[in-house]
């Protein structure tokens, strides 16, 4: 995605599948394949198609391609309530802890004259 033709490019394919291919689509002409039935965005139920008319919408690709894109799940932000929760016991008071320093080493101090 470092090249700006290739960018100009794919938004341009992306603006052409979305704002004329996909509203404008011969219903059914691309079928699915299996014999699956798709939530299509054509299909009207109760109508039954005259046998010289259209393939079945229902069974349209683009229909069931643009039916199923999903958007990712929102992300929920809930905090838990605020509040007081517990009371915490101290530790007991005592003496802090104390280390005794040995002598001090000069080694890296200036040679003694």
Excluded: N, Y
């Excluded at 039935?37 to 054509?42: D, F, I, L, N, T």
């Excluded at 009207?44 to 008319?53: F, H, I, W």
């Excluded at 929102?74 to 838990?80: D, F, K, R």
């Excluded at 309530?81 to 200036?110: D, Q």
């Amino acid at each position: 995605m470092r090249s700006r033709g290739f960018r100009i490019f794919l938004l341009t394919v992306i603006a052409l599948w979305f704002g004329v291919v996909v509203p404008l689509h011969p219903r059914g002409m691309i079928r699915l394949g299996g014999g699956a039935e798709a939530k299509s965005c054509c299909h009207r139920e109760g109508k039954t198609p005259a046998k010289d008319s259209k393939p079945d919408p229902s069974q349209c690709a683009i229909c069931q391609f643009v039916a199923t894109l999903d958007l990712p799940a929102p992300i929920g932000i809930e905090l838990p309530p605020l509040g007081f929760v517990e009371a915490m016991e101290l530790p007991a008071r005592g003496e802090a802890p104390w280390r005794e320093w040995g002598v001090l080493t000069l080694e890296r101090a200036p040679p003694m004259a």
